[in-house]
């Protein structure tokens, strides 16, 4: 149930950044397609996040101490390219139109989520 929730946390948040930041598009023939669309993005974008990411720090952990951490928004942005990538692969209709546009939308997807996380609290065990 907890993973539900956050496909749809992080469905709600990336149909919000598409909103928000120009430059990130759903497309979609119809409600229901683009539906289908975010959510499956969704699932994409938190696969990406689940295995990339702790790898990522691991890796990069010089890095992130360098940069006092400000090398996670280039890494969330280069994540979040990589699920557009992705996305194109599958046939869907999830555009990013370069690196800046997923820097900003990274930010707000991670601010949204964080907000509805808050909201919305996950299932204890």
């Avoid at 360098?66 to 869907?92: C, P, R, S």
Wanted: net charge negative; proline share 5%; aromatic share 12%.
């Amino acid at each position: 149930m907890g993973m539900l929730i956050r496909v749809a946390i992080n469905a709600i948040a990336l149909w919000i950044t598409a909103l928000v930041v120009p430059g990130i598009d759903i497309g979609g023939s119809d409600a229901g397609r683009t539906v289908l669309t975010v959510v499956v993005v969704a699932v994409i974008f938190g696969v990406v996040n689940a295995v990339l990411k702790p790898i990522i720090k691991v890796v990069g952990c010089v890095f992130y101490i360098l940069t006092l951490g400000l090398i996670a928004l280039v890494v969330n942005a280069l994540l979040f390219l990589l699920t557009d990538w992705i996305g194109h692969q599958f046939d869907l209709p999830f555009f990013i139109d370069g690196f800046w546009p997923a820097f900003w939308g990274a930010i707000v997807m991670a601010v949204v989520s964080w907000v509805l996380s808050l909201i919305v609290p996950e299932p204890r065990d």
